[in-house]
């Protein structure tokens, strides 16, 4: 069982990262090459290499194998978005407006999950709590119940 969750791990880390390389490459031409021309395939590329990797590594690390595709989406998308916001704000300086968007995105995904992930353990405990009151009553209950027959 784990030798083959082990080689589905592996199976499917050349993949995002293939993936989300493509996707940030596109991303990145679409958002620079309007002011850049074609110059903006030399940002573009570096960036995405780094960013598909980056985001590969963090997606595999930060969640469960079943939820590593919805986080690099997810962090993806926050990445996209903060991109066109710092890369208008910051005055078409592209390097820099694509590094802000990394840091934000990364950390807001990763903040999002780490309190996901807080929030449903809290939530675990708690039933597991109440159940044990329930069932301390329902067992105060029968004793009671049996000693009041005999």
Do not use: D
């Amino acid at each position: 069982m784990c030798a083959k969750l082990f080689n589905r791990f592996w199976q499917e880390l050349p993949v995002l990262v293939i993936v989300s390389m493509l996707a940030y490459f596109c991303f990145l031409e679409q958002l620079l090459v309007g002011e850049m021309g074609h110059n903006a395939i030399s940002i573009s590329l570096p960036f995405s290499c780094v960013l598909g990797l980056l985001s590969a590594m963090t997606s595999t690390t930060m969640v469960k194998s079943k939820f590593t595709w919805v986080y690099a989406s997810v962090q993806l998308v926050l990445v996209a978005l903060f991109a066109h916001i710092f890369y208008s704000l910051v005055t078409k300086r592209a390097i820099l407006s694509i590094i802000l968007a990394t840091f934000a995105g990364f950390s807001v995904v990763m903040s999002g999950s780490s309190i996901i992930g807080e929030i449903l353990r809290w939530r675990r405990t708690w039933q597991q709590q109440q159940q044990q009151q329930q069932q301390q009553q329902s067992g105060g209950v029968q004793n009671q119940h049996n000693s009041n027959h005999t």
